[in-house]
């Protein structure tokens, strides 16, 4: 039913689509001059404005999986999973309070600099190697949980959809780099924050505001399947939900995984790019605020659909339909028009990951692993105008590997994508976080005590997610894996630590490492050349330019009484474009 909805002006919808993207591509076009060499291309030179970085580590904060299977666990646990989304609040603060500023005066171009210069060579391969299996894993689950559904709402085939989505991401990326990502990033923010905040007003209208909503929760008999925290009993009643999810134990297991990621080494690279560590603070606390305000609004609208259409949505032609709860909503209260914005925003988010995913593996790729291969087989790397080039034909080899694994997904398709997520982040990220965070303040530390701690860690992760696959072991809940990995990490590193000594040359790394941790960033010094007003002239008349083509949504007979609805949307973006753009030239 939803469905044949959305394809009764599926031209306007397409049409929508097809101007989001084309804008994208421009995007990379426009900044293609910003990058003249590697370190332009994976950290913007070190000049990016504060409010830049902000609203792109926002964006990269979250994928589709917010609109898809973050949406479907709403739409069954109700505020479970806006607690449970809070954690990444968590980590944006404490990225604030001190390792964002300690990133960017690392002075490094990638995350993996930033484990060189704390752990050595050795430890910089096995990060740069170990991005080669991540990195297409993260962007192939980003990608697959917008596409199992637009593909059924919108009539067209999966792979068509995945292919689409990482050519226009790789075309921009690949193009501008750095600069292109946070900018598109940026514009990206400028179209979700509005059509999410249209919605869910609309959703609290039509269940009579905040205090109707609880009412409504109460009068359909979800109080105790919606309520924040869930005991055993009540997760049995709950079809479609593991058991465990959204217990005490699940949020303590959840957050300290989540700020133990953001604090990691291998987050740090989205504050390289920051003037100075003043300004990762801010750009830190402007992404969390942003986060914050974003909790408080996405997950509404599959509450409401809960209420208003659930037959509707557990119909949906989709493997899991409460997957498509946030699309169903939009479908049951826009029109077709703003349909296509809401479908534009989860391609933002969406390829706010994916760019940025692309972005640092080719990074990694061009900064750290090719210069090392070069060494080792005596040849001198390229440097200059031909590592730059080297660098946007590694993106597209990069963008390659992430629609491959897309497809894969979509091929085997068989496992929810909010389990997806679980699953990766409680086998991969843990091991590696804890002592890429420890290594933040603990010093005296021996290579040997980093290795055996990730090895350790990762040997339990392994057997823990293999264990019900190869045997008839039943499979662990997610806290008490992330419990026995984090724990087994910490006593090893720890352990390791008391037994070795480090050796001269890593204690001399180690002031090194410190020394400019704590050493602010005098940019005008160090980097200079600022281009803060040009950024604010640039982006601001790509958000006016956003802000008017969504008036021209009022033109199909389909937007006939949502005029208002379509200029609320349009106005804030325009008015955001207009602003930026008079600053721009305020400040020259």
């Not at 962007?139 to 059924?152: E, N």
Request: glycine share 10%; proline share 4%; hydrophobic share 55%.
């Amino acid at each position: 039913m939803l469905a044949t909805l959305v394809l009764q002006d599926k031209v306007t919808i397409f049409a929508v689509i097809a101007g989001y993207l084309i804008l994208l591509m421009s995007i990379g076009v426009v900044f293609r001059h910003f990058s003249s060499d590697t370190s332009d291309y994976f950290r913007a030179g070190g000049k990016a404005a504060w409010w830049l970085i902000g609203g792109s580590v926002f964006m990269q904060g979250f994928s589709a999986w917010v609109f898809t299977g973050g949406a479907g666990a709403a739409f069954r646990v109700g505020w479970s999973v806006p607690l449970m989304v809070g954690a990444t609040v968590v980590g944006f603060i404490t990225l604030a309070s001190f390792s964002g500023p300690w990133f960017r005066q690392m002075r490094c171009i990638t995350a993996c600099d930033l484990v060189r210069l704390r752990f050595g060579v050795a430890m910089e391969q096995f990060f740069a190697y170990l991005g080669l299996f991540t990195q297409p894993i993260y962007g192939g689950v980003q990608i697959y949980g917008l596409a199992i559904f637009t593909s059924i709402l919108l009539g067209v085939d999966i792979y068509l959809t995945i292919v689409v989505l990482g050519i226009v991401v790789v075309f921009y990326a690949a193009i501008s780099g750095a600069w292109a990502v946070m900018a598109a990033d940026f514009i990206k923010a400028l179209v979700l924050i509005p059509i999410t905040i249209l919605l869910t007003a609309i959703c609290l209208w039509k269940v009579g505001g905040i205090a109707g909503l609880f009412a409504a929760i109460d009068h359909a008999g979800l109080a105790a399947a919606f309520s924040p925290v869930k005991s055993a009993e009540t997760l049995a009643t709950i079809e479609g939900i593991t058991p465990g999810k959204f217990t005490l134990g699940f949020y303590l297991a959840w957050y300290v995984n989540v700020v133990l990621l953001a604090n990691s080494f291998t987050n740090g690279g989205r504050y390289l790019g920051s003037k100075d560590g003043r300004s990762a603070r801010n750009a830190a606390l402007l992404g969390g605020a942003l986060y914050l305000f974003g909790l408080l609004i996405w997950f509404i609208p599959p509450m409401v659909a809960r209420i208003l259409i659930p037959d509707q949505i557990l119909t949906m032609p989709l493997k899991n339909p409460a997957e498509g709860a946030y699309a169903g909503i939009a479908v049951f209260l826009l029109p077709p028009g703003l349909v296509g914005l809401v479908l534009v925003g989860m391609c933002a988010a969406t390829m706010s990951s994916l760019d940025a995913s692309l972005n640092a593996a080719a990074g990694n790729i061009t900064e750290n692993i090719y210069p090392a291969a070069c060494r080792l087989v005596g040849l001198t790397p390229w440097t200059g105008r031909a590592r730059l080039i080297l660098a946007k034909l590694i993106t597209l080899f990069c963008a390659a590997g992430v629609i491959t694994v897309a497809i894969i997904m979509a091929k085997a398709g068989k496992t929810g994508v909010f389990d997806i997520l679980i699953d990766v982040m409680g086998t991969l990220a843990a091991p590696i976080s804890v002592p890429m965070v420890l290594g933040l303040f603990v010093r005296r530390v021996s290579l040997t005590a980093t290795f055996a701690s990730i090895g350790t860690g990762f040997a339990v992760s392994l057997s823990i997610f293999l264990a019900p696959h190869v045997s008839n072991a039943t499979p662990w809940l997610f806290q008490y894996q992330v419990l026995a990995i984090v724990v087994v990490s910490l006593v090893t590193f720890f352990g390791v630590r008391a037994l070795t000594k480090p050796a001269e040359a890593t204690l001399e790394m180690e002031q090194e490492f410190f020394s400019r941790r704590n050493r602010p960033v005098d940019f005008e010094a160090e980097t200079g050349g600022a281009n803060d007003n040009r950024q604010l002239r640039v982006i601001g008349a790509f958000g006016a330019a956003l802000g008017l083509g969504v008036l021209l949504l009022l033109i199909p007979s389909s937007s006939a009484g949502h005029a208002w609805k379509i200029c609320a949307v349009s106005f804030s973006t325009l008015g955001i474009g207009l602003m930026m753009m008079w600053l721009g030239r305020k400040g020259d």
